[in-house]
Structure formats: C-alpha cells, structure tokens
C-alpha cells in the first residue's frame, strides 16, 4: 500500500516537533545537572575575589574589562576599528561611559 | 472537522508532490534557511546564558574594589592605604589583591597569575601553583608536573602544579594561575608593601554608594569600582547592539527578506499554467491560496524546527565549537563553554514569528491575482 | 438539461482588439445526449463549452442547468457545480506534469475532503476500465498520447460527472486512436451521461456516436441536426 505524502510528512513533523520538544526537556535536565556546578563556581568566584569573566584573553583590557581605566580600554578613539573581535562584542564598561562632574557647579571636593 | 483535515492533507499531498518536482532549488532553499535559523538560534541562547552565568557568578564578586591612579593609569597601591581605608566607618573586611599578567611566548598565550587570599584552603606553599583548566589543556599539564616560566627579569622560575581547578571553573579560571605571596613578588620583581589593589566589604551593602563617597574623598589618587559596576559590564556583552551581533542579525533579516520578496514577486509560466489546470478541473481560489500556504509553511517549519533543535546541540551539548574562531580573536587560550541552558520562550515565539510567518504568507501573495482570474483560459492552452 | 439563451461573449471590450465570441447562441441540449459542435476554428465552437461548462460566465445571455438558472451564481457555486456536474477533457490535456497518472485523477476530487481510501479506488476502476491499470503510479510525462489522453479521460470522470465535455479530442490522435476514443464515448453515453464534443474532423463528426451536430459560424449557430 502507497504511503501517502500527507502521512509521511506529518511523520516526519511529529519527529521534527519531539525533537523540538525534547530541546525543553533536556534543558531542564541539563539545568538540574550544572547547576550545582555554577554554584561552586561562584562560591570560587568569591573566594578567589574575582572580578571578571575569562573570555578574552588578548589584552588586559579584554581580559579583565570591568577594571580597565579610563585611558586603557579602546586606547585609539572608542569608535574606532576594534583590534580584537571582542572589542565589538562587549561594550565599555558602563562607569567610564558616564559623565563625571559637570564643570559649572560646585564641587564636592573644593578645587 | 473529518472533512477539513483530510481536505488539509489532500493539499499537502500536492503540494509535497509540487515541491518535489524541483527537488535541488527547493533542498537549497530549506538548507540555508536552517543554516540561517541555526545561527540566529545559536546566538540568542549562547548569549542568554552566557550573560545569566555571568549575572549570577560574578554576584559574588567583592563588593568594592579600590584602584589608585598614577598619571591615569592604573598603579600600584601601598599598603598604607590599607589604614586610611579602615578608618572609615561601615568597611567590614579589607585586604590588598596582588594579581598580574604574564605572556607565554612558548603558546604565545596570556595568562593571569594571583595570589589566593588568606585563609583560601589551596596548597601555594613556595613552589607550588594551582592553575586554570585551560592553561592545562594548553600547556599539556598534570598535577605533579614542574612547569617552567621565564620572568621578565630574565630569570627562570620553576613550579610544581599541585591541583588543576575544575572544569566546570573554566568561564571565570581559564587562565589562572594561583601562587604564593613570596613567590608572587620575588617572580614580578613586585615592590614589597604595594598591591595591585584592594578588596573590600561593607557591613550593610546599602550603605555603599556613602562608603565609596567617602573613599573618593579620602583617597582622592584612587578609584572605587563596585559590584554593581561589574555586573552591569557583563549585562550588556553580546548585545544585539554590539558590532558582530549587529552585523549578524541584520544579515539574517536581509536573507528572509530576500527570500520573501523573491517568492512574492510573481509565479513562472509553469506555476500560473498549473494554477490555471487546478481551478479548471474544480479547485476554487481558496483552495489555490490554501495549497500554496502549505508550501511556505512546510518549508519555513522545517527550516525553523532543524535549525532550533541543531542550535540548541550546538550550544548546549558541543560548547559551541562553531563560535571559537569568532570569539577566539587573537586569544590562545579559549574556554570550553559547559553553559547552563536558559531557555526564553518568549525569544523563541520571536525568532519563529520572523522565520515561519512571513514566508508562508509571501508564498501567498502572487497567487492571489493568478487564482482569481478565470480558468477559461486554460481552455485555450 | 442545459438551455443556453442568447448568450454573447466578448473579449477585450472598448479596446481597439474588441472581438465577440458568441454572436446570440440559443441552444437547449436534453440529457443522454452525445452532441458534437462543428466549424472551423474561430466560430466560438471552444467558447460555447466554456460557457457551457461554467468555466467562464457570458457576457449576456442566460444559462439554465437542470431548471435553475445558473448565470449569477458567485465564483465558488460555480465551482461547487463545474465540479459535481461536468468532466472537462481538454485538448491539450493539461494534465499536472510530474504526478503520476493515478494523482492525476484524484486531483478533482481534493477540494472535496473524502475519504482518500475510496477515491484512490475508484480512480483505480477508472484507470482499470480504461486499460491504463499497469501505468497507474507512471508520470504522465512518460504516457504516449493515447495514454495520456484515457488519464485526461479518467480525470474527467473521478467526480462522476452528468456531462462530459471535449475540446477538439481526435486533433492530437490517429485514425486508429481516434477509434478508441469514440468507442469510449459510446460507453459513456451508455452510462447515461450527456457528452458535449468540438471538432473539425469529419471522422468524429460523421460517427455513429455522435447523435446531433450543431454547426457554428462567427458565433452563431448555422446548422443543427
């Protein structure tokens, strides 16, 4: 007996749609696996008093971006070309984007 | 109902049949649609949990983190600094931080050296280090092995690896490589009473943007740098605003776009003859625009359900190998990215939206004008 | 059966290629008959059928399908009638290449939504009857004419249709075939349906098969015996 098109190819969605489904159910296993892990990883994290993520190691810049000063990251003109692709995939760090003290008030610290 | 699902399967029937016919352009059309799902897929879950592990990670990073300017560049702190820092009221805890950087020209890779705080329980007696996984797996080492590393004073310094942190600590430890105090300063030529800077915690954390005020004032050659500082640099990486992602995602709505407008544009000879056939031999308009939906939204679904499922392997089940040579840049050493899933489906109803919808309508468009005209036309040949 | 009253067709109306079809056809055809239109070609003989067939609406005129009088029935009654009631043989064909000659035949019934079992069965008796059984899952682009034109046939009944009707059927076809193909016409009258044909060729024309010629020129009827 033919198969008809129909009937295969809703097989092959129903195939397609537990594999899609079953994504869920393997995060959710996943999840319950690693968490644990990521728990011990920030108890480390505390004691080792770091600041940073381990993702680019290129410069110190990139390596640690949450404490670079306000001359050394993106040392040419902040929109210029980035050296590194990491330069374009993570932004500077949001206190050197702020402005500081505005110039036509009164300081807290007397000039 | 009977009826309507078997009329829905009859168009399916011809419409899979119709696909078949041009079985290489259309096999091409889904594999890059799937290519393109799979990788707007990739990014938005390596991204979500990347940024969810940093959030929650780096919340226990310490709460203030003084630095002291020289010139604008971050220096050396002394330790009397230390003093000047306890004397103001809230600090709980205080201590300086030595860490540095060295190159290894043998991998031409960077690594970062530290000495643990007091009190840590890792064995960094003189001579002995504990380094990061994948400075392991870089240099190909084992506990018990002595490794070599030339200082820039010239001279050579030999350790003995004593313990290799956890896999599951390559995102924060990589690169690490934990060392005694003396052994820290005699290796860096370090001035004995500096520090690279200072840690610090406070007794009640809402009292900290007043401590660090105060600190600015106190110590007015220094700078503080907060945790929420450092959460909120890692909020934003892989922002769909940041260069490469940018690039990617609009990338990715030309692609549909084109592959709409192209289906949209009009039908071949062919097409308009068999729609002509099909109302001739009693198919009505709406069964025309009903099939011709089918035919988008096969494909689109397919291309939707392959490229999620292959996204979620990739990122999830094989560290997402396919990003290294992106996010690898001029690093060496590169963290296996063990992530824990997160799994928005309101990101998810999105990207389907964007795939499905508007190829299934697109193949709809043209058809309308040529399943609305008349059939006699098909008598003439 | 079908009662055809001063019906005109035209084409292309207010524009300088203004033509008309049909000129005023006044024609009543009873069931069970076999009529053949003869003329030569531009007197609206392939017209007529469409209008008849309610493939395309006239310009004026009225039709009447078993009393009713169909001529503004919306588009998808139409269908919903073209469909129960008539089963086209066209010309040329125009059968979906790339399908098999079996989903060929079930085409029609698609729209329909019955129950897939039945129908393949029944285009399986069609194809049987037709001797075309052993090509049931060939391509049609692979049929020879003949083959090709008892599937065309085949098609035309799956609905099991009241009238058949036929462009010019023997144009593509030999002496031999032309044979077959009336003796299939036969059949079909015999099974009680109403045939409508169009044809220039006298071989058709002149058969026994065909009970009553109606003869057209620029639109217009001219003859009917």
């Known amino acids: 007996m033919t198969a008809r098109n129909s009937t295969r190819t809703l097989a092959f969605f129903f195939l397609l749609g537990t594999l899609f489904l079953s994504t869920f159910a393997d995060a959710a296993w996943l999840r319950e696996k690693r968490t644990p892990g990521l728990v011990r990883v920030g108890s480390l994290t505390g004691q080792l008093q770091l600041t940073d993520l381990c993702l680019f190691t290129e410069a110190r810049y990139t390596r640690h971006p949450s404490q670079a000063d306000l001359h050394s990251a993106f040392q040419d003109h902040p929109d210029a070309f980035e050296h590194f692709p990491s330069g374009s995939l993570l932004p500077p760090p949001p206190s050197l984007a702020t402005p500081h003290a505005n110039l036509d008030r009164k300081t807290e610290v007397p000039d | ?381 | 059966m079908i009662e055809l009253s001063d019906i005109r067709k035209g084409f292309n109306q207010g524009r300088h290629n203004e033509f008309w079809a049909l000129n005023g056809i006044c024609l009543t055809v009873p069931a069970r008959q076999v009529v053949a239109f003869f003329g030569p070609s531009g007197s609206g003989k392939t017209t007529l059928l469409t209008v008849v067939g309610c493939l395309a609406r006239p310009t004026s005129g009225r039709v009447r399908l078993k009393e009713q009088d169909i001529s503004g029935y919306p588009e998808r009654f139409l269908t919903a009638i073209r469909r129960r009631t008539f089963g086209f043989i066209f010309q040329q064909f125009n059968l979906i290449r790339g399908l098999s000659a079996i989903d060929n035949i079930m085409l029609p019934a698609y729209p329909l939504g019955g129950e897939w079992r039945a129908l393949r069965h029944r285009a399986e008796s069609l194809l049987d009857s037709l001797r075309l059984g052993h090509r049931s899952a060939a391509r049609v682009e692979w049929l020879s004419g003949g083959e090709q034109q008892r599937v065309a046939i085949a098609r035309a009944l799956i609905n099991d249709p009241e009238v058949v009707i036929a462009d010019e059927p023997t144009a593509n076809l030999d002496t031999a075939l032309s044979k077959e193909f009336l003796d299939i016409l036969e059949a079909l009258a015999g099974q009680g349906r109403t045939v409508l044909l169009t044809s220039h060729d006298p071989f058709v024309v002149e058969s026994s098969v065909v009970q009553r010629v109606v003869t057209l020129r620029d639109g217009r009827i001219v003859g009917d015996n």
């Not at chain 2, 005694?180 to 915690?201: H, K, M, N, V």
């Not at chain 2, 799994?343 to 040529?370: E, K, M, N, S």
């Open chain 2, 1 to 381: 109902m009977r009826t309507w699902i078997e009329k829905q399967k009859y168009l399916i029937d011809f419409t899979v049949s119709s696909l078949a016919r041009r079985k290489v352009k259309n096999l091409g059309l889904l594999a890059i649609y799937t290519l393109i799902v799979f990788l707007l897929a990739s990014v938005m879950l390596f991204t979500d949990s990347l940024r969810r592990e940093a959030a929650l990670v780096l919340a226990h990073s310490p709460e203030v983190i003084v630095q002291r300017m020289v010139a604008g560049r971050h220096d050396l702190i002394p330790g009397s600094y230390l003093d000047k820092i306890g004397s103001v009221r809230g600090v709980q805890k205080k201590e300086g931080r030595l860490w540095g950087y060295y190159y290894d020209p043998a991998l031409k890779a960077n690594y970062t050296f530290m000495v643990p705080p007091t009190g840590m329980a890792v064995d960094v007696a003189p001579g002995r280090i504990v380094v990061g996984p994948a400075l392991a797996r870089g240099v190909g080492l084992a506990v018990h092995d002595r490794v070599w590393f030339h200082a820039y004073t010239g001279k050579l310094f030999s350790f003995v690896v004593t313990e290799i942190l956890p896999g599951e600590s390559e995102l924060v430890a990589a690169d690490l490589v934990l060392m005694s105090e003396p052994d820290f300063r005699a290796f860096f030529d370090y001035p004995s009473g500096q520090y690279t800077d200072i840690a610090l915690s406070v007794a009640n954390p809402q009292e900290l943007h007043t401590i660090a005020a105060k600190l600015a004032i106190r110590l007015p050659d220094s700078r503080t740098i907060l945790r929420e500082e450092i959460l909120r640099t890692y909020e934003s990486i892989f922002n769909w605003r940041e260069g490469i992602v940018l690039a990617l995602l609009s990338g990715a709505i030309f692609a549909f776009a084109i592959f709409a407008l192209e289906k949209a544009a009009g039908l071949s000879a062919d097409e308009k003859r068999e729609i002509g056939i099909l109302k001739a031999i009693g198919w009505e308009t709406g069964d025309v625009i009903k099939m011709k939906f089918w035919e988008g939204a096969l494909i689109s679904l397919t291309a939707f359900l392959l490229g999620y499922v292959a996204a979620y392997l990739h990122v999830f089940r094989s560290s997402s190998g396919l990003f290294e040579p992106v996010l690898k840049g001029w690093s060496t050493l590169y963290p296996r990215f063990q992530l824990v899933p997160v799994v928005d489906g309101f990101q998810i109803a999105t990207l389907f939206f964007f795939t499905v919808f508007p190829y299934a309508i697109a193949t709809i468009v043209p058809i309308w004008r040529a399943a609305v005209t008349d059939p006699d036309s098909v008598m003439r040949g």
